[in-house]
């Protein structure tokens, strides 16, 4: 049985191994464990009301999870939520964790008072695409990056 977890300040544990998750479903273990926040940046991170955090637990092992964030609007009182990482072990796949994650953050996302959620799919990411066209309307746009330089101009 799946649970999700909604992680708050003192969730460093799962947070950790959610970490752990990440970086291997994306292959990327550098970006999530080479450089690992403080505990007290992330019990910051986790307790305040511009991120959420949630995790996939199966017989206490973290499988999956999102992070999220909440960001307030100027044109409207209201919020979006911006899902920035989604992610299961590839053991787990295929088994309905991804939907319950965004389930979760649905019903958190309306008690904050957003307005819709919204997340990006990089082209080739099939199964991704496939979940979120399940879930919600398919907008193409572009994304770019924009540098930030080591230091501020003078």
């Known amino acids: 049985m799946t649970t999700i977890y909604h992680l708050g300040a003192d969730d460093l544990e799962r947070m950790d191994r959610l970490l752990t998750v990440f970086g291997a479903a994306f292959e990327d273990h550098e970006t999530y464990g080479a450089k690992r926040p403080s505990v007290d940046y992330l ?42 990482d989604l992610a299961v072990d590839a053991g787990h796949r295929r088994r309905g964790v991804a939907t319950a994650l965004i389930r979760r953050l649905q019903e958190i996302a309306a008690t904050l008072g957003a307005w819709v959620i919204y997340v990006q799919a990089d082209h080739g990411d099939d199964p991704a695409i496939a979940l979120y066209t399940k879930l919600g309307v398919r907008e193409d746009v572009l994304h770019f990056d924009i540098p930030v330089p080591a230091e501020p101009s003078s």
């Open 43 to 84: 019990r910051r991170l986790l307790g305040s009301d511009s991120f959420i955090a949630l995790a996939a637990e199966d017989q206490g092992q973290v499988i999956g999870g999102l992070a999220a964030y909440v960001l307030p609007k100027f044109e409207q009182a209201r919020s979006e939520v911006y899902i920035y």
